[in-house]
């Protein structure tokens, strides 16, 4: 059974960074591309950020520029390195596998506010 366990969030001000972790398990990390996505209130999930085996990244519009993500296969391990945080990117965030996803995690909180 593949388990995702995201951590990191916290209450951040605006222009403050944070990073997030997502620990995979129960399937082969290795061949699969990942994403991050997060889910603000009232909102639908969305797709923030990708990363291919090869390590190929993408990213949506409105975190270019501020937020990196990037794999480690020896730690079974995907991170998002978020900069310059906004208010708008509070949301509860996941990682899952990019495409078809699997059963979704808990998620981590994320909360930028002054």
């Known amino acids: 059974q593949v388990q995702f366990v995201e951590s990191g969030g916290a209450v951040a001000q605006p222009g403050g960074s944070l990073r997030l972790s997502c620990a995979v398990s129960g399937t082969i990390f290795v061949i699969y591309a990942m994403g991050w996505y997060r889910q603000a209130p009232g909102k639908q999930r969305e797709l923030v950020a990708r990363?291919?085996?090869?390590?190929?990244?993408n990213y949506a519009d409105p975190v270019k520029g501020r937020f990196a993500i990037y794999r480690d296969n020896n730690r079974n391990t995907v991170y998002l390195q978020m900069n310059n945080l906004k208010p708008e990117d509070t949301a509860v965030y996941y990682c899952?596998?990019?495409?078809?996803?699997?059963?979704w995690g808990q998620g981590t909180q994320v909360t930028v506010s002054s």
């Open positions: 899952n596998t990019y495409g078809t996803t699997m059963a």
């Open positions: 990363i291919t085996t090869g390590g190929t990244t």
